[in-house]
T-cell receptor, first 113, second 110 residues
Framework: KAGVTQTPRYLIKTRGQQVTLSCSPISGHRSVSWYQQTPGQGLQFLFEYFSETQRNKGNFPGRFSGRQFSNSRSEMNVSTLELGDSALYLC????????????FGEGSWLTVV | GENVEQHPSTLSVQEGDSAVIKCTYSDSASNYFPWYKQELGKRPQLIIDIRSNVGEKKDQRIAVTLNKTAKHFSLHITETQPEDSAVYFCAAYYDYKLSFGAGTTVTVRA
């Protein structure tokens, strides 16, 4: 059974650009959540989706957005990139998100220059 | 919102000794408590989890205990091995999100 798949794995962007990250959950999982990991702030919750509906959102500016498709795949977008957006972006999936086991993907390493 | 505190931030143990990491959480509504191990450059990997209706869970050399009244939970690793060296994160789950502790860097000395 394939794990959580994230693309791209590594990317470099310039300040002011935008980026879209993609996540395919484990087959059968319908809850997808996103986290940002930085050395200074640790692991922080961005948002969670289930059946194409956002059920919770973390304390991030509106430049950070996401969506989920009918096949449970998810994307997150960051617009007007800032240097501080450089981070590891982790996608996680679970069956329904209601306290089910949560598995992380390998992450997308974003560097903003 | 939920606040998770994790101690210690670094832990150095002799191979074969035990390691204990402790976490406290603030929101009594949190109902699921996973522990993740993260090696350098890799994703957090689930090593053990416990739900709020269980007080203790064990998986080979790893055990987790939960005290709901005191709102704290702990990870115990026995007979540590060099491959246990990594950063360990505790987390508390509520309202569709995980709130993480700041992490513990565990070094197992050979």
């Amino acid at each position: 059974k394939a794990g959580v798949t994230q693309t791209p794995r590594y990317l470099i962007k310039t300040r002011g650009q935008q980026v879209t990250l993609s996540c395919s959950p484990i087959s059968g999982h319908r809850s997808v959540s996103w986290y940002q990991q930085t050395p200074g702030q640790g692991l922080q919750f961005l948002f969670e989706y289930f059946s194409e509906t956002q059920r919770n959102k973390g304390n991030f500016p509106g430049r950070f957005s996401g969506r989920q498709f009918s096949n449970s795949r998810s994307e997150m977008n960051v617009s007007t990139l800032e240097l501080g957006d450089s981070a590891l972006y982790l996608c996680a999936s679970s069956l329904s998100g209601s306290g089910n086991t949560i598995y992380f993907g390998e992450g997308s390493w974003l560097t903003v220059v | 919102g939920e606040n998770v505190e994790q101690h210690p931030s670094t832990l150095s143990v002799q191979e074969g000794d035990s390691a204990v990491i402790k976490c406290t959480y603030s929101d009594s509504a949190s109902n699921y408590f996973p522990w993740y191990k993260q090696e350098l450059g890799k994703r957090p990997q689930l090593i053990i989890d416990i739900r709020s209706n269980v007080g203790e869970k064990k998986d080979q050399r790893i055990a987790v205990t939960l005290n709901k009244t005191a709102k704290h939970f702990s990870l115990h690793i026995t007979e540590t091995q060099p491959e246990d060296s990594a950063v360990y994160f505790c987390a508390a789950y509520y309202d569709y999100k995980l709130s993480f502790g700041a992490g513990t860097t565990v070094t197992v000395r050979a």
